[in-house]
């Protein structure tokens, strides 16, 4: 008899549970891409090209003068002087070392830029995706999933409510 009446509870708090449940309204948003195709990270990404294109050019021009030394003493190994050579070695190893060190430099410092204005298109996602949620009434907004129904995916939402969203002025 207790067995019948623990099924029976168990069953009504089921039966409760799967109607709580059908009232919960769920949405996902594609984090990747709202930080790729929003207009925020838009602007962010070409605001950092912009700064890094001049240091970008110089170690094109390193780049450059390097082959042209390698290729200069290639052809004329054998014109040139024992010291000479040495020389023109040296200069090109000294141009190897100074390259490695401006390209190591730009990524670090590209990648720490990156990543600062990544995290701020993000933080105004994440209050994009609030503001969606509230007015909309959602129970809950994944950012991440492995799969995601395409009736419950409010990523375009977010991309047009960040292209109309003005940014904090600082």
């Known amino acids: ?8 509870l168990l069953g009504a708090l089921f039966a409760t549970g799967v109607a709580v449940a059908g009232d919960f309204k769920v949405g ?3 984090t990747e891409r709202v930080l790729r195709e929003s207009a925020p990270a ?6 950092i090209e912009k700064e890094f294109s001049g240091r970008d050019q110089d170690i094109k021009k390193i ?3 390097t082959k ?3 290729v200069l003493l290639e052809k004329e190994a054998s014109g040139l002087s024992e010291a000479d050579h ?3 070695e040296r200069e090109l190893s000294a141009l190897n070392v100074n390259l490695q060190r401006m390209q190591r430099e730009f990524r670090e410092d590209l990648s720490l830029r990156k990543n600062e204005e990544l995290a701020v298109v993000l933080e105004r996602a994440n209050k994009a995706i609030q503001s969606i949620a509230e007015a909309e009434k959602y129970d809950l907004i994944l950012q991440e999933a492995v799969y ?6 409010i990523t375009d939402k977010v991309i047009k409510n960040l292209a109309l969203d003005k940014p904090d002025s600082k």
Do not use: C, H, S, T
């Open 86 to 88: 040495r020389n023109k």
């Open 28 to 30: 996902v948003v594609d």
């Open 68 to 70: 042209d030394l390698q």
């Open 1 to 8: 008899m207790k067995i019948y009446i623990k099924l029976a």
């Open 42 to 47: 838009i602007k962010a990404e070409k605001k």
């Open 63 to 65: 780049i450059k003068q």
């Open 148 to 153: 995601r129904n395409p009736k419950i995916d």
